[in-house]
């Protein structure tokens, strides 16, 4: 159990696109999930947290316009990169608490982007 | 809010030998402390886990170890083999989604 998926794995885009990445629950409801973005050789830096028909709650120094988050579901949530620029690149990945005993993360596979 | 530090970032072991990564926190509040195991391009997993009502916790070769008072916790390799090179991260909770993370230890085991 508590099985997240994230689609896609990886894209390559240009500048100055936009990316959409999908982040799934496969066999639980989450309410939240969280969205994070490691660079080479750094650790996870939480970006934002996505709450189910709600805004989001972005931590400080995240552009909310940038980077738009969707959580329309009790099992997705989605992630905009709006007019991605090189400096964007990064993998991401989603995670969430599926609301068990503990209070223990799952995470999704990540997204690594590029941006030419 | 919360703050971890992981030490040290780099750590490098002799096939059979013990790994230690230690990790301190700042909200006394914290109640909930996971480890994770990252391998190169993959997802983090969580490997053990502890409570603030428990000292140790141990599952075979792996040992986590928590310090209320001092506001530390430890994880502890014994036998380390080469699969588990990897990025461990520590992470403590204050509240149900509300987790922070240390910032890694590379481990590496040479054979």
């Known amino acids: 159990g508590a099985v997240v998926s994230q689609h896609p794995s990886w894209v390559i885009c240009k500048s100055g696109t936009s990316v959409k990445i999908e982040c799934r629950s496969l066999?639980?409801?989450?309410?939240?999930m969280f969205w994070y973005r490691q660079f080479p050789k750094q650790s996870l830096m939480l970006m934002a947290t996505?709450?189910?028909?709600?805004?989001?709650?972005?931590e400080q120094g995240v552009e909310k316009d940038k980077f738009l988050i969707n959580h329309a579901s009790l099992t997705l949530s989605t992630l905009t990169v709006t007019s991605a620029h090189p400096e964007d690149s990064s993998f991401y990945i989603c995670?969430?608490?599926?609301?068990?005993?503990?209070?223990?993360?799952?995470f999704g596979p990540g997204t690594r982007l590029t941006v030419l | 809010g919360e703050n971890v530090e992981q030490h040290p970032s780099t750590l490098s072991v002799q096939e059979g030998d013990s790994a230690v990564i230690k990790c301190t926190y700042s909200?006394?509040?914290?109640?909930?402390f996971p480890w994770y195991k990252q391998e190169l391009g993959k997802r983090p997993q969580l490997i053990i886990d502890?409570?603030?009502?428990?000292g140790e916790k141990k599952d075979q070769r792996i040992a986590v170890t928590l310090n209320k008072t001092a506001k530390h916790f430890s994880l502890h390799i014994t036998e380390t083999q080469p699969e588990d090179s990897a990025v461990y991260f520590c992470?403590?909770?204050?509240?149900?989604?509300?987790?922070?993370f240390g910032a890694g230890t590379r481990l590496t085991v040479k054979p």
């Open positions: 995670s969430s608490d599926p609301g068990l005993a503990t209070d223990t993360q799952y």
């Open positions: 066999d639980f409801q989450a309410t939240t």
């Open positions: 996505s709450n189910e028909g709600s805004k989001a709650t972005y």
């Open positions: 909200d006394s509040a914290s109640n909930y």
């Open positions: 502890i409570r603030s009502n428990v």
């Open positions: 992470a403590a909770s204050v509240a149900r989604n509300d987790m922070r």
